[in-house]
């Protein structure tokens, strides 16, 4: 099993655990350059990405607004900037979370856009969904929320010259937790190789609230269980998750669900089959 922990985070670039403040903030550094070259390479003026009130789009929020002042002030353009979107389906439980991750940030620009009537329409008219049962139904218009959230994201970015922020890391890449061509489409990934536990120490040095920073991780995509947390979904913590991807002990069992659903999820970290 040692072997397949250390293949599973090779192949996902994962970080050594920080060693103090100072790595921390090589780390932080380190991803702001990232998003200022990935505006520099592709000529684009503008980094576009939807806020939750997690602490995923918190951190990669306040790395985007960092990387784009900092342009403006080495006498880059006064053109770039960070244009943060709610997207809401209906009225969002934790809404209050996901106000106070804004007034973190302090992006440039905040738009929102409430995905309902586009989700429902379009369930309306797929009269495939018609004869699911309700569970199923559920799951499949999840996937079409995460998916119509990355669209509004990319309506937004093309009209403003804009690449789109995903925030996948490692601990959800490992479990394929997101949706393939939803939240698992972007343009540039800041918080790639990082675990759970270290985007947490990322957005506490970057300045967000305890609340955001230890807040319980949830897609928050289906109706029938609305807010289920991420753990639930996965059969495992993410303490185990972080330990198993940073070559660390775990239980025999945590091991086996997290190599089960990496080999299972192996197609959402691929393009497309060709012949």
Known sequence: ??????????????????????????????RVRFIQNCLRESGMKTLVLGISGGVDSTTAGLLAQRAVEGMRAAGE????RFIAVRLPYQTQ?????????????????????????????????TEALAPL???KRDFVLGNTKARMRMVAQYTIANARQGLVIGTDHAAEAVMG?????????????????????????LAAALGAPAQL????????LEELMPGRPDEEAHGVAYRDIDAFLLGQPVSAEAARI??????????????????
């Open 1 to 30: 099993m040692h072997s397949r922990q250390a293949e599973i985070a090779a192949a996902l670039g994962v970080q050594p655990p920080f060693d103090g403040d100072a790595a921390i903030q090589a780390q932080i550094d380190r």
């Open 77 to 80: 353009g006064d053109d770039y």
């Open 93 to 125: 439980h934790d809404e209050h979370e996901a106000q106070l991750a804004i007034e973190t940030i302090q992006p440039d620009e905040c738009h929102t856009v409430n995905i309902a009537a586009a989700v429902l329409g379009l369930a309306e008219a």
């Open 133 to 135: 049962p309700a569970g």
């Open 177 to 201: 937790f997101y949706t393939k061509f939803g939240d698992g489409a972007c343009d540039l990934t800041p918080l790639a190789g990082l675990v759970k536990g270290q985007v947490r120490q």
């Open 213 to 220: 920073v230890h807040k319980v991780p949830t897609a928050d």
């Open 258 to 275: 997290i190599v089960e659903t990496y080999d299972k999820t192996a197609h959402k970290r691929q393009m497309p089959k060709e012949p």
